[in-house]
């Protein structure tokens, strides 16, 4: 291996989120909210908060707006939206184009669990986690 291979660059703000574009789904309680919390302290100038209960994401976002200590003109916007349903990405995707064109971080925090034992698990709770936790995922990223 050549020496130039291995050679390190100093990247001073390699982790800074100054000026960063950010989604969060399910990103109106729990995780999520706390990561887009954690978000905008950081630096990044727009962050997204989506789940599927409108009265939750404005919630969220008054919070993190109220945030005393985010840069100079950094908000967070909701995008009330099914993140388990294609149509409820189709709908985050254009919304979120409406007001920035790129994302830099996409946070698919969204998830769920049917909370039954797992001997009881019919077959109908299995598409609806599997709809969430891995091919709404799939979809976001892919759009």
Not at 51 to 56: G, L
Not at 105 to 131: E, R, Y
Request: charge should be neutral.
């Amino acid at each position: 291996m050549a020496e130039k291979d291995t050679e390190l660059q100093d990247f001073s703000s390699i982790f800074s989120l100054k000026g960063k574009v950010v989604v969060v789904t399910g990103g109106s309680r729990g995780l999520g909210l706390h990561a887009a919390s954690g978000f905008l302290q950081a630096g990044a100038s727009k962050v997204y908060i989506t789940s599927r209960k409108a009265p939750a994401c404005e919630a969220a976002v008054a919070a993190l707006n109220a945030l005393p200590n985010k840069a100079p003109g950094a908000k967070a916007i909701s995008v009330p939206a099914d993140s388990s349903k294609f149509e409820g990405v189709e709908h985050l995707v254009r919304e979120v184009a409406k007001t920035t064109d790129h994302v830099d971080i996409l946070f698919a925090n969204a998830g769920a669990t049917w909370g039954a034992p797992f001997d009881s698990h019919p077959d109908n709770a299995f598409a609806k986690v599997m709809d969430l936790n891995v091919k709404s995922v799939f979809n976001t990223i892919r759009l």
